[in-house]
Every structure is written in C-alpha cells, then in structure tokens.
C-alpha cells in the first residue's frame, strides 16, 4: 500500500503554466512506471502522461509537445509540468502507478480560464 498526495493545482488562465507534485509515502522505484491521470467534468479518468523507473515517457496525444513528466525517486515524487494550457485541460488530476493500482490520491482540481 502507498498514500500519494497530489500538490500544486489551481486556476491559470489560457496559455498559463501548473506544475503538478505527486509525494509517495514509500519509495516508487517497486513501480514499474507512475501516471498521471485526469478525470474532466462528464468524462471518464484517462491517462495523461507516464514514466518508467528508466526514465522512458509517453504521453496522451492531446498534451505531447505541452506536458513534461519527471521523478525524483530520492524523493519519492512524481511531477507533471503542464504548459500551453487550454480551457480542455481543465480537470481533476492524480497521480498513481501505470497501469493504474487504484491508489489514488484527493487529486488536484486544475482550471483553465479562457
């Protein structure tokens, strides 16, 4: 078992920047890969962005080139730098293990104005 704690959220507007912090209670290094997820308003969770214990990432298409994901496992923290952002991105975000181990966290509310 592991207590994730998504940071970082907030209201941007359009165009705008979050960087998002997701803090482990133990190490993440057991994980295979960690993800961040978002869950819009009326949509289901998706996955936004992952990245392996190597350091390999990949990304939903609708933020590559927008969405940078990085970890200190010295730290224990998974974190998702969003840029460009869009009215479309506005959604509940968490973090977990990928493929996804149900350990989710209160997650982060982000908005974007337009």
């Known amino acids: 078992q592991v207590q994730l704690v998504e940071s970082g959220g907030g209201l941007v507007q359009a165009g705008g920047s979050l960087k998002l912090s997701c803090a482990a209670s133990?190490?993440?290094?057991?994980?295979?890969?960690m993800g961040w997820y978002r869950q819009a308003p009326g949509k289901q969770r998706e996955l936004v962005a992952a990245i392996t214990t190597g350091a390999r990432t990949n990304y939903a298409d609708s933020v590559k080139g927008r969405f940078t994901i990085s970890r200190d496992n010295a730290k224990n923290t998974v974190y998702l730098q969003m840029n460009s952002l869009k009215p479309e991105d506005t959604a509940v975000h968490y973090c977990?293990?990928?493929?996804?181990?149900?350990?989710w966290g209160q997650g982060t509310q982000d908005t974007v104005s337009s």
């Open positions: 133990r190490s993440i290094f057991s994980f295979n890969a």
């Open positions: 977990d293990a990928h493929p996804t181990m149900n350990y």
